[in-house]
């Protein structure tokens, strides 16, 4: 028995009797031409991820991309070059780009705590000190040993995964590269008691722990392929933290990356598997936007301490006007995209503990407003498992004293969110041209037919004033549509059907771009702005779902959930957080339903697929 599980599992991971685990074999992992510490002189080895781990690498921000484009850009099969985390022009944008970050160190983006622990490791006589990362070591070498010259760290080791192994070895994953050089670590130094890996990612983690347990009960079997005393080992998870490049240089390196990959398309040169593709700007939600000052500030009426923090996201970014672009005439209402409205808190409440949201009301409270909620509102913070279209089923609001009846102005200004998808030909341009022309001139004729209505009421009511002597003596006056429009506070009236739109990102249309990370106001688009037919997310292990279909002017949908206004059909995988080829963990969950983020499909990432507007 015991002799069957040790041939099977070191059959599998590639172990062979004859190995030679030498100092200079082992050299042959490192892109560093050191020497190395004697074996007898290595008591403990210490491993470092590099990404997220000991530096903060910049992740594709939520506030540029809709969901299915974060986990479509970190799909190595989506790309030619493999995608954002295959480009090293990506991680050389970095801050101020490496030209001005070098000099002064990528001041800002180490994580310091675990760069103070890399130099007590490499002030240790015993210790080994390994750089440990799955990035690609033809296209990252360079740039990474650069990065950590830079902050002057030593490391004994700089270990990039290569295209081959030292003896010709295959990698399917990342894992299996770190698992390969690891053991190889261990069975070369010998003498080392102890072994402390960290790693920020929960499912790495994972799998390192289940590695060695069963790595250590194959050393204590009598037909262990190769002797060596069990080796403590230690896995340290870091705690994660999210960073983004600026959001103009982001943009414009996915462009380039566009560029790149539809040259080579045209050029015969890519693989025939690969699609054109483009970027298309995707508008999700119109709303009165609150900026980020007064966010903080509704944030606080919030009663959420008694949850725990990473159960919450918290919101106060509009009040909604309705969750789809607004036509034309809807706008006109509200007073076209950049109108400001001043609202007050009036009331506050909280449905079953994970729903928070404040009832506001214009001032003057005679100003016309509009929203598609029965009561005007700004939903504060919702808790896991709850999604913020629920607020309209608050019944009871607790009226605020005066001294929390708050004040704030917002802008109309629509949301707006980027999309990578497939290029569209010019025959399926014509199409959608055309479906969008029908319906621009049924909504023309719709309104010339109300106007027809309007004159003939107009002069029915002329035709009765001069029966009545020339006296008006309508017995049901009708009022004027704009007073229909726009309801008093408080008159009941059911909210309007909402339809359903595509997941959250990245900068307004009107207002400020409040939930950018990196400051500046992200820009309103980046290439076309007319939506094309869904591209493919692939199936690689980084992979990040099939793009959804979008009309140009996003009538017909886009990815994640059904599509958004009439006739949407598009599908859309989860957003996916993927450093890599392999994290399957990491995704951000959640997809949008009815223009508000859901938080189904919550990760161990804490952030439940999250964001930071509905």
């Not at 569209?424 to 010339?448: F, I, K, V």
Request: proline share 6%; with cysteine.
């Amino acid at each position: 028995m015991s002799h069957t599980f040790s041939k099977t599992w070191t059959s599998s991971h590639n172990f062979t009797n004859g190995a030679s685990h030498t100092i200079t074999a082992l050299r042959r992992w490192s892109c560093d031409d050191k020497q190395l510490p004697s074996v007898e002189q290595v008591k403990t080895i210490h491993i470092y991820d590099f990404d997220n781990t000991l530096f903060s690498s910049p992740l594709p921000n939520k506030q540029i991309w809709n969901g299915p484009t974060i986990g479509f850009l970190q799909n190595q099969d989506a790309f030619l070059n493999g995608g954002w985390w295959h480009d090293n022009k990506l991680l050389a944008a970095t801050g101020e780009g490496i030209e001005k970050e070098e000099p002064k160190a990528w001041k800002g983006w180490w994580n310091e705590e675990i760069v103070e622990l890399v130099e007590l490791t490499l002030a240790q006589n015993d210790a080994l000190c390994v750089l440990l990362t799955g990035r690609g070591e033809s296209n990252f070498a360079d740039i990474i040993k650069r990065m950590v010259k830079s902050k002057n760290l030593e490391f004994h080791m700089t270990c990039l995964k290569p295209a081959v192994g030292p003896n010709n070895q295959k990698f399917g994953s990342t894992m299996k590269f770190k698992q390969e050089l690891l053991s190889d670590l261990v069975y070369t130094y010998k003498n080392a008691d102890e072994l402390r890996i960290y790693e920020d990612r929960p499912r790495h983690v994972k799998e390192f722990r289940e590695y060695f347990h069963t790595f250590n009960q194959t050393l204590q079997l009598p037909d262990t392929p190769i002797p060596r005393k069990p080796i403590t080992t230690e896995v340290i998870q870091v705690p994660e933290g999210t960073t983004s490049l600026d959001p103009v240089t982001e943009i414009a390196e996915v462009q380039r990356m566009i560029n790149s990959h539809n040259t080579a398309i045209h050029d015969g040169t890519a693989p025939p598997s690969l699609n054109p593709l483009q970027l298309t700007r995707h508008a999700l939600y119109t709303g009165y936007i609150i900026s980020p000052s007064d966010t903080e500030k509704l944030i606080s009426l919030a009663q959420t301490h008694h949850v725990p923090s990473n159960q919450i996201l918290h919101l106060a970014n509009n009040v909604l006007i309705c969750p789809r672009p607004a036509p034309p005439h809807l706008l006109d209402r509200v007073g076209g995209i950049g109108a400001t409205v001043r609202f007050r808190v009036t009331g506050l409440a909280s449905l079953e503990n994970k729903l928070w949201a404040a009832r506001v009301t214009p001032v003057p409270e005679n100003t016309k407003i509009f929203t598609e909620n029965a009561t005007p509102m700004v939903v504060l913070a919702v808790r896991r498992g709850a999604v913020p279209r629920e607020a309209s089923r608050i019944q009871n609001w607790v009226a605020v004293s005066s001294e929390r009846r708050m004040e704030f102005e917002a802008t109309v200004g629509e949301k707006v969110l980027l999309k990578v998808e497939r290029e569209s030909s010019m025959a399926e341009e014509g199409e959608e041209e055309q479906a969008r022309g029908r319906w621009e001139r049924g909504g023309e004729r719709e309104r010339e037919r109300e106007r027809d209505r309007e004159r003939d009421r107009d002069n029915r009511d002329r035709e009765r004033d001069k029966e009545n002597g020339g006296f008006a003596r309508r017995e049901n006056p009708r009022k004027h549509p704009r007073d229909e429009d726009f309801p008093p506070l408080g008159a009941p009236s059911a909210p309007a059907t909402r339809h359903q739109r595509d997941q959250p990102v990245p900068a307004f249309r009107g207002g400020e771009d409040n939930r950018k990370p990196s400051g500046g106001n992200a820009p309103r688009g980046g290439g076309n702005a007319r939506g094309g037919r869904g591209g493919h997310g692939g199936s690689g292990q980084r992979g990040g779902g099939n793009q959804g279909r979008s009309g140009r002017d996003q009538r017909r949908g886009g990815g994640g959930g059904q599509g958004a206004g009439n006739r949407g059909r598009g599908r859309g995988g989860h957003p996916q957080y993927r450093s890599l080829d392999d994290v399957g963990d990491r995704g951000s969950g959640g997809y949008r339903q009815n223009g508000y983020a859901d938080f189904d499909g919550a990760n161990d990432r804490g952030d439940g697929g999250l964001y930071n507007a509905y």
